[in-house]
């Protein structure tokens, strides 16, 4: 082949690659804007990617010598046609997830079985078409490249380098800068552009091949491969099983991996990089060992990534914390060792999937697109099984041992070929890890093992942990601590209840947490409603709270298990106060959906005539804080903040008519009885209309926390406080003032 044909095929793949990912990681997160910030969203999202990846590239191996054939027209036309198709989809997709969001309406909670098998229905018709026409580029490029140069077996290798890099880039490049400097839908445009781009240059390059001409007068014979037995079936069975148990690893790595990355869309994007990263490297390394004859046999290779498959469970162990603190290991240091985990064996597998795939198929597209497919399969069910199965009944630990055990076991099994000292080494030593892992490790789902008194809960959303005693009680989901006993939950309900004129009939809370402010807006002895997203972080109310079961009883009360947002969306109710309390940290994956002024234009639909808003800020960036504030004074025309109580954190009060600047003890005279006891219930030293004076007397005018940028803000398409990275870069974040103490300047 041509050194120019191969740079442009190279290019071809390279931006291909790089718009498939910019295309997955925009999506996943639209997804959740309409379907909800749920685990089945996200596993839904990427199964049904690979099974476009995977139908389409069987069916394209399979049609493209017929269609070739009967159009008389090279495979190239083909690829440009699916590429033009890729493009359509970046401006189609967003306008189908809107259409699917109003169609489940109506279809109750979000952990309904009809809502989680319908939203993965709509969701699979949305992506779907054009997640098989990205499938459907490998088989039609072989082709191409079978017309123009019919001598070039180990063609797939190459293209399969090229689209990874791509890959990896485009997930570095679209979390770190595009979506932050242009948003998700111009982004998106931007790589529609791309394929339209790709499109033109594919018909440039058919125009000026003699591909046509070959075809007509000789034709192309795309068979399956010329071997066929034993051999076959095991690449078959190997590729299937490590496309299953590299993706069923992504999932898991992402919940064990959150409390060291934290939980910010950069730790799920720098995840993803590596393993691309490593993907890169393996078949790089392969690329050279076929060009000077030593490939390394798949025997050992598999011998590898048994032994590899388990160090994420020991660099990821919570007792190296505490060995770095002593150490004096910086965070970044941990950070590098999990991502260095997960290294070896994704490089592994980048060098043993083409090699399989090149043997299998030996150039020719059909028997490629067969393997490609086959592989991509086992990559469909994986993330399923991990979110629906393992995760739930298992936990992060027991998940990847059982993914290990089918390769530990290849270790032990007979083979034809003389068993390597390689083979020796590292099946012995993944037994030996294998038993240590089992026996010994632990993950960050197990930290609490020395303490008196915790529960672990797990369900298809997340790992739930609740730990401790008395007062120092604590809630952890997937290892990150979002909240203790404390009053500042207590004054999200009391605050805008005691600030709302007239007689309070209904409150809304989004975010359960640990129930403590439904448990203080029922001391009101109102209707409350609280939204929560995690069924397991309900069940765990009971932990909490002595008198949990008289609350969970009480007639006027109830908690429902949905996405905040989705809620608002689907109930026809309306609320006198609606009080928020995001999961920290301000920056979390999804969090601007709570932020944004899309979501307080719903806010605005569910109030009563009066009616109040209570919206929590816990700490992070400045700027963060300005762009909240500026959202909701672009939504609500009063705004007052009231710094917490704790010296940390702020409360918002929003409304469309003027909040009224009673006392302290005007405040405290409309709770009701038992309202104030539960105001002072874990206050020794001050009582309710004490509190109430010195949360008041330490309020901010609105004006203060506002940019003179009006741009800072925070909306569906710009979430300014999940995407940062350039502007931290840029302008750094020097450190907080005492005027707004908790908050990063």
């Known amino acids: 082949m041509s050194t120019r044909l191969k740079r442009i095929l190279f290019l071809l793949f390279f931006v291909s690659g790089f718009c498939g990912l910019l295309y997955q990681i925009v999506w996943v997160r639209l997804a959740f804007a309409s379907f909800g910030i749920v685990t089945p969203v996200l596993s839904v999202v990427i199964s049904v990617f690979m099974l476009g990846l995977s139908l389409g590239s069987w069916a394209g191996g399979r049609w493209i010598s017929t269609l070739t054939q009967k159009s008389q027209k090279s495979a190239i036309y ?104 242009m948003g998700f839908r111009s982004t998106l445009a931007i790589a529609g552009l791309a394929n339209f781009a790709l499109a033109a240059t594919s018909l440039w390059l058919g125009r000026i091949s003699e591909a046509t001409v070959r075809l007509q007068q000789q034709g192309i014979s795309q068979r399956g491969p010329a071997h066929h037995g034993q051999g076959t079936a095991l690449i078959r069975l190997l590729l299937f099983t490590t496309g299953f148990i590299s993706l069923a690893l992504e999932v898991i790595w992402t919940r064990a991996f959150t409390p060291v990355l934290g939980t910010q869309v950069y730790a799920f994007a720098l995840l993803v990089f590596v393993y691309l990263l490593a993907t890169w490297e393996g078949t790089s390394i392969y690329r050279r060992h076929l060009s000077r004859g030593c490939v390394k046999s798949t025997t050992d290779l598999t011998a590898l990534l048994a032994l590899f498959v388990l160090l994420p469970i020991v660099l990821n162990d919570p007792r190296l914390d505490s060995l770095g603190t002593s150490m004096g290991l910086a965070t970044h240091l941990r950070i590098f060792l999990v991502l260095l985990s997960v290294f070896p064996f994704c490089a592994v597998l980048g060098y043993l999937t083409p090699k399989l795939i090149d043997e299998y198929s030996d150039g020719n597209a059909r028997a490629a697109g067969s393997a490609y497919g086959l592989n991509v399969l086992g990559c469909i069910l994986g993330p399923l099984c991990a979110s629906y ?52 490790g632990m993950s960050y789902e197990e930290p609490l093992r020395g303490e008196r008194n915790f529960v672990v809960r797990r369900d298809h959303t997340a790992t739930v942990i609740s730990a401790g005693e008395g007062m120092q009680k604590r809630l952890l989901v997937n290892g990150v601590g979002i909240t203790s006993l404390d009053v500042i939950t207590k004054f999200m309900a009391h605050l805008p209840l005691a600030f709302h004129s007239g007689e309070s009939e209904s409150v809304l809370i989004i975010c359960f947490g640990m129930g403590t402010t439904y448990r ?38 109830k908690v429902l298990i949905d996405d905040g947002r989705r809620f608002l969306k689907r109930t026809k109710e309306s609320f006198d106060v609606i009080t928020i309390d995001p999961p920290p940290p301000a920056e979390a994956a999804g969090s601007s959906l709570l932020y944004s002024e899309e979501f307080y234009r719903l806010i605005k639909q569910r109030l009563r005539q009066g009616g109040i808003l209570q919206q929590w800020f816990a700490v992070g960036e400045f700027k963060i804080l300005q762009a909240v504030a500026r959202a909701l004074a672009h939504s609500f025309p009063h705004v007052r903040v009231f710094p917490s109580t704790e010296g940390w954190g702020y409360h918002f009060l929003a409304s469309m008519l003027p909040l009224n600047h009673s006392t302290a003890e005007q ?37 203060e926390l506002l940019s003179p940028n009006p741009t800072i803000t925070i909306r569906d398409d710009r979430p300014y406080n999940e995407y940062f990275l350039v502007r931290r870069l840029l302008v750094g974040s020097p450190a907080a003032s005492s005027k707004f103490s908790g908050v990063a300047r």
């Open 78 to 181: 083909f690829y440009a046609m699916a590429e033009m198709a890729i493009g359509l989809g970046a401006f189609v997709v967003p306008r189908l997830f809107s259409l699917g969001e109003k169609v489940l309406l109506n279809l109750g909670e979000s952990n309904s079985f009809d809502y989680l098998v319908f939203s993965a229905f709509l969701v699979s018709v949305s992506i779907l078409p054009w997640c098989l026409c990205m499938g459907a580029t490998f088989p039609f490029m072989l082709a191409f490249v079978k017309e123009v140069y019919a001598s070039d077996p180990k063609i797939f290798s190459f293209l399969y380098q090229a689209n990874v890099i791509g890959a990896m880039l485009g997930t570095l490049v679209t979390a770190c800068v595009l979506v932050e400097l």
């Open 389 to 440: 199965i393992l995760l739930p009944l298992a936990g992060v630990r027991t998940s990847i041992l059982i993914l290990a055990i089918p390769l530990v076991f290849s270790c032990l099994i007979k083979h034809e070929r003389p068993i390597t000292r390689l083979r020796w080494v590292t099946g012995l030593s993944s037994v030996g890890l294998f038993v240590i892992c089992l026996f010994v």
């Open 520 to 557: 203080s807006a029922l001391s009101w002895e109102i209707k409350t409603t609280a939204v929560e997203l995690v069924p397991s972080v309900k069940d765990a109310f009971g932990f909490y709270f002595d008198d949990a079961g008289r609350v969970m009883n009480d007639p006027k009360g």
């Open 667 to 703: 405040l405290v005279a409309r709770l009701p009885e038992r309202a104030r006891q539960d105001l002072s219930e874990w206050s020794a030293n001050l009582n309710a209309t004490q509190m109430m004076q010195r949360l008041l007397s330490q309020e901010i005018v609105i004006a």
